[in-house]
């Protein structure tokens, strides 16, 4: 499957040009990181942007950016993955249902909570009735999509898949994960010192992440998705020989891999799975990571795809991406993996076009 279109919004300011991936890095010292992007009125009326909560407005911007820069204007489905869906929405009519004592109110945020309402938007600006899914799998929602595409492109040739997943902040949610160690206790944490900081949890984002997929290769191609894999649990001395297994499945070695994409979120409690893969079979081999960047949600390893498209595309790793000091000659193979809290670990293998 390649991936011919590709756009992504969070807490940094993305570069829309073809030979750049960062117009300036956004430095933050919050647990916290909230969306960079704010030029919303652009891509959408104004009428309509009053009614869209954080999570639709950028769902739908980054789903048009995608098919903008794949120049296709209808996908024939749109598949997205989230992890909490339209968060704050669900917060406000929870709200308002005990301010009225579960009387009567309004259905309008009840509707806009749900996790599909994304996805539903989109189809709406498009005026798409194609297929249309929404998975909602944890920290493997995103992936789940993507696979859902991956194992359409196998049979239809001639299709174009919209893939994204998208969360959103919520401040109640922020305060629940501070409760169960999910965010660090300090109230200050420099986000590109992510990594030095010995001590739980990690630094909360937001974003949207979209990609338009194909059996067929065009000529923006970024790159191409060999397989994927997802596993609900792995124990850590599992680690090292299940890559093997998936390398070897897709007639790869782990010499061939150039660059691995790495999801360390500093959270001392779990990074531990990504140490095993840095002092050992990937040792020697390109190491980045992303999570410093938009800081980790459900769907942020979206981006970590996003990133590795542009780095295959570009041929050029992003210096503030770095975690060693290898630098392949050319970048030809890069494998990614995520995993958040010791669960919903995913592999994803991708060439160059």
Request: charged share 20%; with cysteine; hydrophobic share 35%.
């Amino acid at each position: 499957m390649f991936v011919n279109g590709i756009s992504s919004l969070n807490a940094q300011a993305i570069s829309l040009k073809e030979d750049a991936v960062f117009e300036e890095i956004q430095t933050y010292n919050t647990r916290n990181l909230k969306l960079y992007f704010s030029d919303f009125k652009t891509y959408i009326k104004p009428s309509a942007m009053r009614r869209m909560s954080s999570s639709i407005k950028m769902g739908v911007v980054a789903a048009l950016q995608a098919l903008e820069n794949a120049k296709i204007e209808q996908p024939d489905a749109i598949i997205t993955g989230t992890g909490m869906g339209c968060k704050t929405d669900s917060d406000v009519f929870l709200e308002e249902l005990l301010a009225s004592n579960e009387g009567l109110l309004s259905p309008t945020k009840f509707i806009q909570s749900t996790h599909n309402t994304v996805a539903g938007q989109i189809a709406l600006q498009l005026q798409c009735k194609a297929y249309n899914m929404t998975y909602v799998q944890g920290s493997a929602s995103f992936e789940s999509a993507l696979l859902d595409a991956f194992l359409q492109a196998a049979t239809a040739k001639n299709k174009n898949y919209l893939v994204g997943g998208v969360d959103e902040i919520s401040t109640y949610t922020s305060d629940l994960h501070v409760l169960d160690a999910q965010l660090k206790e300090e109230p200050e944490v420099h986000n590109l010192q992510l990594l030095a900081y010995k001590s739980p949890g990690s630094i909360q984002g937001e974003g949207a992440s979209f990609f338009v997929t194909s059996a067929q290769k065009s000529d923006s191609c970024y790159a191409s998705v060999k397989d994927i894999q997802l596993y609900n649990q792995l124990k850590e001395e599992e680690l090292e020989s299940t890559i093997h297994s998936f390398l070897e499945r897709n007639n790869s070695t782990l010499e061939e891999i150039d660059v691995v994409v790495l999801g360390n979120n500093g959270d001392v409690n779990y990074d531990k799975y990504y140490h095993i893969l840095q002092e050992g079979v990937f040792k020697k081999t390109a190491q980045t990571y992303y999570k410093h960047l938009v800081g980790e949600f459900y769907t942020s390893s979206g981006f970590g795809f996003w990133l590795a498209c542009k780095t295959l595309k570009l041929q050029e790793i992003p210096p503030v991406c770095r975690l060693n000091e290898c630098q392949p000659q050319k970048i030809t193979k890069i494998l990614l993996y995520n995993q958040y809290r010791g669960k919903d670990h995913s592999l994803i293998l991708l060439e160059s076009c």
